[in-house]
């Protein structure tokens, strides 16, 4: 079955994320975000989406398979004028099947943001090797939480 992209998420989309997010099973999700606070439950996934979230879905039949989002927010570091933040996330049953990159690819083509960054775990490196190859460079060594800060600057196409 292929794999459908698309801006915004259904009720369905929000309670597969919030299963999703709180499975202790998952231990990328649990060793490297914090989705299950952020998406504990619907009232905590809408205090989230209150900040001015905008979200892209990726599923496979009814299926969500993975979410992106942009947000409006200044990066913490010096001498940076990035003011959206990025995040991806891709669950278990596409993992490892190439959707990573062409799902973000389709979010920033359709989204156009300018200037992003992220933050990530230093050792997470499948997505440390997806951030690279999608031409985000880091700008900030671990910090003591081991996170680093890695920037998108728009001179690459994307």
């Given at each position: 079955?292929?794999?459908?992209?698309?801006?915004?998420?259904?009720?369905?989309?929000?309670?597969?994320?919030?299963?999703?997010?709180?499975?202790k099973?998952?231990?990328?999700?649990?060793?490297?975000?914090?989705?299950?606070?952020?998406?504990?439950?619907?009232?905590?996934f809408?205090?989230?989406?209150?900040?001015?979230?905008?979200i892209?879905?990726?599923?496979?039949?009814?299926?969500?398979?993975?979410i992106?989002?942009?947000?409006?927010?200044?990066?913490?570091?010096?001498?940076y004028?990035?003011?959206?933040?990025?995040?991806?996330?891709?669950?278990?049953?596409?993992?490892?099947?190439?959707?990573?990159?062409?799902?973000?690819?389709?979010?920033?083509?359709?989204?156009?943001?300018?200037?992003?960054?992220?933050?990530?775990?230093?050792?997470?490196?499948?997505?440390?090797?997806?951030?690279?190859?999608?031409?985000?460079?880091?700008?900030?060594?671990?910090?003591?939480?081991?996170?680093i800060?890695?920037?998108?600057?728009?001179?690459?196409?994307?």
């Amino acid at each position: 079955m292929a794999f459908t992209f698309r801006k915004g998420i259904s009720a369905d989309h929000i309670k597969q994320l919030i299963k999703y997010s709180n499975d202790k099973n998952d231990i990328s999700i649990f060793k490297y975000t914090s989705d299950q606070t952020r998406f504990a439950n619907q009232k905590s996934f809408d205090q989230w989406f209150k900040q001015g979230r905008t979200i892209y879905t990726a599923s496979e039949g009814k299926n969500l398979i993975g979410i992106i989002w942009f947000g409006s927010k200044p990066i913490p570091v010096d001498n940076y004028s990035h003011d959206t933040t990025f995040a991806i996330r891709i669950y278990p049953k596409a993992r490892g099947k190439g959707v990573s990159f062409s799902f973000m690819d389709y979010a920033f083509k359709n989204y156009q943001p300018k200037n992003v960054w992220l933050e990530c775990s230093a050792d997470n490196t499948p997505a440390v090797k997806l951030y690279t190859k999608f031409s985000f460079h880091q700008v900030t060594s671990p910090d003591k939480n081991n996170k680093i800060i890695m920037v998108l600057d728009n001179k690459n196409g994307h």
